[in-house]
DNA sequence: CGTCTGCATACCCACAGAGCATGGGACGGG
DNA sequence: CCCGTCCCATGCTCTGTGGGTATGCAGACG
């Protein structure tokens, strides 16, 4: 059951004979007829009716040549991917992200730019898979930390990450909040791993700070939903999907700001398209948000009310 | 591009070493070792990056695979349809019938029975088009003229045939209309070849009559469009599906009657399952319209006023 | 009844793919 | 620091499959 015995196949039932097939794909009349005899036998009955003048296909075979041309069409869309693969055309790219580069960064520069060439699949990943994501089959991962693996890494914005409570809360009425303050506050944080929660500690450390009371939570629909429900008065967190206030988080030097790092594989076949998507993102976010800053309450999809 | 070299690639991407995918395909390592940089070759770049500990696919990797494991599946679909074809399996039939045997015949039928195993794809095809079906791809036909072709043949059904008229024609009132009246009248029929015209030619020549004044017509619907717009006052069919009144033709000996055979290619792959259900459409005839008889105008589906 | 057409068979050759043996690079433990 | 281990790559040989040429053979047609 080769693929070119299929093709022999299809190509006897469209000639109507093997001789002209054989002619047809290039190849001696007595080759064909023996692949077509050996399919027969395969499939354990005959696929043809032999006439004097050629061959018509048999029920079975006329079924048989539905499934054939069906697969050979797919086959040779296969050999057409990797034809273009070879030459480095590429017409979609897979990117993850987390949460905050997609609201704040890739959902406005396409709507801005409209559809783009190559196609983008955006998908968002959680933080804790977003490490893996390059080996998982993105083609472009944009993340709080820069993985490690053997990998192109391009800083292309600093976001501020943001304190969000609820209407009611006392500090509702203020648009930013300082670490000396926010530490006194039953807090929502992401678990260790995430870069928020990592970023988030290394200041409070460097101020000699400690925590009051923390819950930790992996996924910030949690972190959300147990805010909601007077679980916690303030959550930390890059995800600016949440139906609360948001409050930037002060230190001294000003915001407290979490790095985006766009990353791809070393030796991507479509390293030339990615670098320039990656160019245009970064200059995007310095055209928009100022050098080397991201997305700021004042401007940007983060700013409304949510 | 083989689908050999597909399969071992998938393999090893799947075991993640080139000696765990060769110990699963039961080939020594360096066949694999060999398929897969041979690929690499043809496409013309890494698939694998290569580490101490075996392989990890790279991004053109990646987007190869999913094409290879679609391709893959289909192909071991073909493979399992083959199989099933060559031990007489069979999950879909193709039929293709005549107006008046899918609705009076086929369509009952399937009411009445619910789902069937094998599936019944049902088409109906011009009356023009019947006699080639077999070789066009239907495992079955039914129709009104025996098909030459090496097939096996069997009478299912005679069915009447039927002169349609306007509601306001002066024959609307009565049920049937016999030959020597019919003649006299502005008659729609169908093309010679068809086997309708070819019955009732017949009968009018056996009673030694002759038509008056006819207008040919390829098309039932056409007839019925006609017949609309006053161009003709009878329209003999078997086409069931006329908006107009139905009167059965009457020869001396009874109605005249269209026999319908089933037809199927002879030494077709399933051709226990199909003379199975030939026989079962035969006695479902006899049981619901009584012997060498189908459905007249006073039970069956045809019996409405359509 | 000969010829023509078109499929099947016989025989040979070439190459692809499989196996075996072996080289070589990268970790990891003593 | 070196050796053992693990794993991939390569060289060599062999077999099996597919292709080519020559030919047989059966039905159609004049």
Redesign the interface.
Known sequence: ???HA?RYFVAVAEAGSVTRAAHRVHVAQPSLSRQLRRLEA?????LF?RTPRGL?P???G???LE??R??LT??D???L???A???GQVERLDLAATAVAIDDIIAPYLTTLGPTHPFLAVVDETPTRLPTAL?R?A?LVITAIAPVA?AHVTLIAQVPIYAYVPAAHPWALQSRVSLPELVEADLLLPSAEQATRQLLDAAVHRQGLHYRHVTECRLPQVAQALAASGRGAAVVSDDPRFALRPLRVDEPGGALRLPLYAA??R????DGVIRDLVERLAQYCVDRYGPSVGPGPVSGAASSER
Chains 1, 2 share one sequence.
């Open positions: 059951m080769d693929l299929l395969e499939v354990g009955l005959a009716t018509t048999t029920a079975a006329r079924r048989l499934a054939a069906g697969l797919r086959a869309q296969v050999e991917t990797a034809m693969l070879g030459t080996s089959g083609d053997d791809w594989e030796g991507h076949y479509a």
